[in-house]
């Protein structure tokens, strides 16, 4: 038995998902890396085992009432793990954040900015102090009353509401009125009321018209219909609703999607005319910290907001205290590439590596020590020069007596790990086996490790002759983010890769590309997106694989016999699913306080199916048995049916052989999601001109996957068709035809176009942040 100072971590025959039944001993109190292809089990060993069994012994040192969750949710399958200290995970979740979570509320900063101005703000003569809950537009406290503590308000217009001031009432003339009986209802109270409907609108009076579309007023009149053709119609009592207030119904409370678009188009969104857009009362507004409301303090991007607190902290000792605690806040926050947010911006706008970095930011400050910090690839997202201030913050982490291990596939941060553990030798039921655990350098004698060959015998990206393009793809002028009236042309029939650090504006850059665009026939963007939420949507029903599957299942003479159609086969619909779990393979478990979690169904183990449903075989075959194939082995399974062909084909020229065709969507990561998409693009692929965009692709991606995915948008680029990436990994776009540089910085001090031009060109750039390491990648 080890003592219980034991230095390391000990897991024993780990068998989550593909691991197979796996020894590792991790060091604590080091920067350890979990590297291998995607698919070899390297977040499994991670997250699955590691950070799964901290977290069930957690539970178990709370109240008896989550133990009896606990065996529901079920613990890691792991033989033992001794040595394991509390964890702490810092996923890239997907999980959207909803639009009143900023990066104040992320970070917390703003209950430190919040308590600054009720302690140590400037207020007026005679104000008495306010609590700090009055600073906060989340609060009944803070929040402006006439917005609600949203900071727009939506309006309408006479322009708006009646577009047509040539036709009378009666022909329409207000377009934002319901059609059908409703509208006819609220012309004939008009009638009634004595307004002239037959008069052109321009022709009425200023006052009247006025009255018609805004007024608040709801008047009960008779109305006596017009007869229409051999209908009689009785009086009704009808009450007047004008154009605005029917408009801002429907559009806050209609359940209907598509009249509250409807309802949207005849308003505009504008700041709140009482707070000015800062969501906050009156008394908050008038209090102050160096001549600066909170809420433009708010808005100052953190390395601004950082110089106002530092000439505030002259001022009182509550000042000097607070700011202190800020400042110091603030500077991990930069460290990590990120001073150029601001505490207003929106959570739903970052991106995930954004939101990644800003709770590790949080986490540093937390002063935990002894515990593991868990990271799911902490590079994501990250410019190389933004990488350097990255290994700084995790080797403080683990100098404050942390172990933090990470997922990653950044080669800068794999070489300054203190340990390194290698999973593979490849992906799915060809990895799940420990190839290497100890030193960095060793793996250098690890034959099998895919890992090996990146990380020791670097060449430089070989030089190719470059494309060219076909014909130029103007954007812009654009203005949106901190883009500002940017102008740029794109060439088309090439690969383009767009770069730039951390909120230089690529993402808002590719964004603009549009189908209305001349040049565009068809575009197609693949982003990082789930390619569903819950277990039900998976790869095969996906790509359409799915209805292949199930077409050759109805055919089979059992089948047939039985009376079974395609919808049998299908764990969506009741019938041939089994209900207890409806077809999901899994019960949710809600727990209090805790996101809920997934278990396996008690009755049908996650087959999904009944078991009159399971009796059907196709080539010995179950239909669960055929969705538990993986992508590889499906291929030969359905070596004859060329419409199933197709699909594993586009699946596995992209690197998923490795995935279950039943892989519920919420297991698979940004990266295998984004690469479904482009294998079901790959499976169609269209004769007429098309234009991907792909928003950092390699995000999650092996070396040796990006190479399989360069493969193939090289493959889409010889075919005819024009790729355009937004990218961090120099060796990707030292193989690009045409790279575009943006910054030079974040933020305010991004949005501009540094360098344009080959490769080559652009590694020469003079005032790139980007060119030194795009010049290594090329051996410049």
């Given amino acids: 038995m080890h003592s219980p100072h034991d230095s390391y971590v000990r897991v024993r025959g780990a068998q989550e998902h593909n691991l197979r039944g796996i020894d590792v001993d991790i060091p604590r109190d080091a920067l350890v890396v979990f590297t291998g292809v995607s698919g070899s089990g390297k977040s499994s060993l991670a997250f699955g085992t590691i950070y799964a069994e901290a977290q069930r012994r957690y539970f178990e040192s709370v109240a008896p009432y989550a133990r009896r969750l606990i065996h529901q949710v079920g613990a890691p399958k792991v033989g033992e793990i001794t040595g394991l200290p509390p964890a702490v995970s810092l996923e890239q979740r997907r999980s959207s954040p909803t639009s009143r979570s900023s990066v104040g509320t992320v970070t917390t900063l703003s209950n430190s900015l919040r308590m600054l101005f009720s302690r140590a703000g400037e207020y007026p003569d005679g104000a008495e102090r306010l609590d700090s809950d009055a600073f906060s537009s989340n609060t009944a406290a803070g929040a402006c009353p006439e917005c609600h503590g949203l900071g727009r308000v939506h309006r309408t217009s006479e322009e708006l509401l009646v577009p047509g001031p040539s036709l009378s009432i009666r022909e329409g003339a207000i377009a934002a009125w319901p059609g059908a009986w409703q509208g006819k209802n609220l012309r004939d109270v008009l009638d009634a009321l004595g307004y002239d409907v037959d008069l052109p609108w321009r022709e009425l009076e200023q006052e009247d018209r006025d009255w018609i579309l805004f007024t608040d007023e709801q008047p009960v009149v008779t109305v006596h219909p017009v007869r229409e053709a051999g209908r009689i119609q009785r009086p009704y009592q009808g009450t007047y609703m004008s154009a605005r207030r029917y408009v801002l119904h429907t559009f806050a409370d209609s359940k209907s999607q598509t009249l509250r678009t409807k309802a949207e188009r005849f308003l505009t969104s504008e700041p709140c005319p009482s707070c000015g857009g800062s969501r906050l009362r009156p008394e908050a507004l008038a209090v102050t910290f160096e001549g600066r409301t909170i809420a433009e303090l708010a808005a100052l991007a953190l390395t601004a907001l950082a110089e106002v607190l530092e000439s505030g902290a002259n001022g009182s000792e509550t000042a000097r205290v607070l700011s202190a605690d800020l400042l110091a806040r603030i500077g991990t926050v930069t460290e990590l590439g990120l001073g150029y947010l601001s ?15 800003l709770r590790l930011a949080t986490q540093l400050r937390s002063g935990l020590f002894g515990v593991v910090y868990v990271l799911d690839e902490p590079s994501a997202g990250l410019h190389p020069a933004d990488t350097e201030a990255l290994l700084v913050v995790l080797e403080r982490l683990k100098a404050a007596g942390n172990s933090v291990f990470v997922v990653e596939h950044h080669l800068d941060v794999v070489r300054s790990a203190d340990w390194l553990v290698d999973v593979g030798p490849h992906a799915g039921e060809h990895g799940g086996l420990v190839l290497h655990s100890g030193p960095v350098a060793q793996l250098a004698a690890v034959e099998e490790s895919a890992t090996r060959r990146f990380l020791f015998e670097r060449l430089p990206v070989a030089h190719r002759t470059v494309r060219e393009p076909s014909e130029w793809l ?67 029903t996906y790509t359409g694989l799915f209805d ?41 478990v809600e727990l209090l306080f805790l996101p809920s979690t997934y278990a396996p169904c008690p009755d049908c183990h996650g087959a999904r199916y009944n078991p009159e449903t399971l009796g059907v075989r196709y080539l010995g075959l179950s239909i669960a048995e055929v969705l538990d194939l993986t992508v590889e082995a499906a291929a030969d399974f359905f070596d004859g049916v060329p419409a199933a062909v197709r699909s594993l084909r586009a699946l596995l020229d992209v690197g998923l052989g490795y995935l279950r065709l039943g892989q519920p969507a919420t297991e698979l990561s940004g990266g295998e999601a984004q690469r479904i998409k482009l294998a079901s693009e790959l499976q169609r692929l269209r004769r007429d001109h098309t234009l991907y965009v792909l928003d950092e692709p390699t995000t999650g991606l092996h070396p040796a996957d990006v190479e399989v995915l360069m493969r193939q948008l090289n493959g889409l680029v010889d075919a005819g068709h024009s790729v355009v990436l937004v990218e961090h990994d120099m060796d990707v776009v030292a193989g690009a035809d045409w790279v575009v540089d943006l910054g030079p910085g974040g933020g305010d001090e991004g949005g501009r176009i540094v360098a344009a031009g080959t490769p080559p060109d652009v590694a020469s750039a003079a005032g790139s942040r980007t060119a030194p390491y795009l010049a290594r990648s090329l051996g410049l």
């Fill in 343 to 357: 505490l207003d911006r929106t959570a739903p706008t970052l991106s995930s590596g954004e939101l990644q970095r």
């Fill in 548 to 588: 292949v599957v199930r077409k050759l299942f109805t055919a089979t003479e059992e089948a047939r016999a039985r009376g079974y159609k395609a919808g049998r086969f299908s764990f969506n619909v009741a019938g041939g699913r089994c209900e207890t779990c409806q077809g999901e393979g899994f019960v949710s």
């Fill in 474 to 540: 103007r954007i812009g002028p654009v203005t949106r983010h901190n883009l500002r009236g940017l102008e740029v042309r794109l060439p088309l029939g090439v690969l383009t890769a767009v770069t730039g650090v951390s909120g230089s504006g690529k993402s808002t850059l590719v964004g603009e590309i549009t189908p209305e665009l001349p040049g565009v026939t068809r575009l197609v963007t693949v982003d990082q997106k789930p390619i569903g939420r819950t277990p039900r949507s998976n790869l095969a």
